[in-house]
């Protein structure tokens, strides 16, 4: 089992910037690709980064430039640091291990314009 806690949403104005924390345990492997998905209401939950054991990472087409992910292999944790941000961001974001069953519970991100 692993587990993942995300934190660090919250209310922002457009423009603004939020940083968001996922932290993992249990039976993790640092070598294990992490990644951030967001999902808006009445939408599917879209890929927005994701990110290597070494640092290699991949960003969604909307986000690129205005957000990035970045871990740090020590503490099993991986940081999104969200900037100009767009009503359209609003969203609840998940911390994922890659290609597996474990979510955290998501973390509310709310843009207002």
């Known amino acids: 089992q692993v587990q993942l806690a995300e934190s660090g949403g919250g209310l922002v104005q457009a423009g603004g910037s939020l940083r968001l924390s996922c932290a993992a345990s249990g039976k993790f492997y640092s070598a294990d690709t992490l990644a951030w998905y967001r999902q808006a209401p009445g939408k599917q939950r879209e890929l927005v980064a994701s990110i290597t054991q070494g640092g290699s990472s991949h960003y969604a087409d909307s986000v690129k430039g205005r957000f990035t992910i970045s871990r740090d292999n020590a503490k099993n944790t991986i940081y999104l640091q969200m900037n100009t941000l767009k009503p359209e961001d609003t969203a609840v974001y998940y911390c994922?291990?890659?290609?597996?069953?474990?979510w955290g519970q998501g973390t509310q991100v709310t843009v207002s314009s």
């Open positions: 994922n291990v890659y290609g597996t069953i474990y």
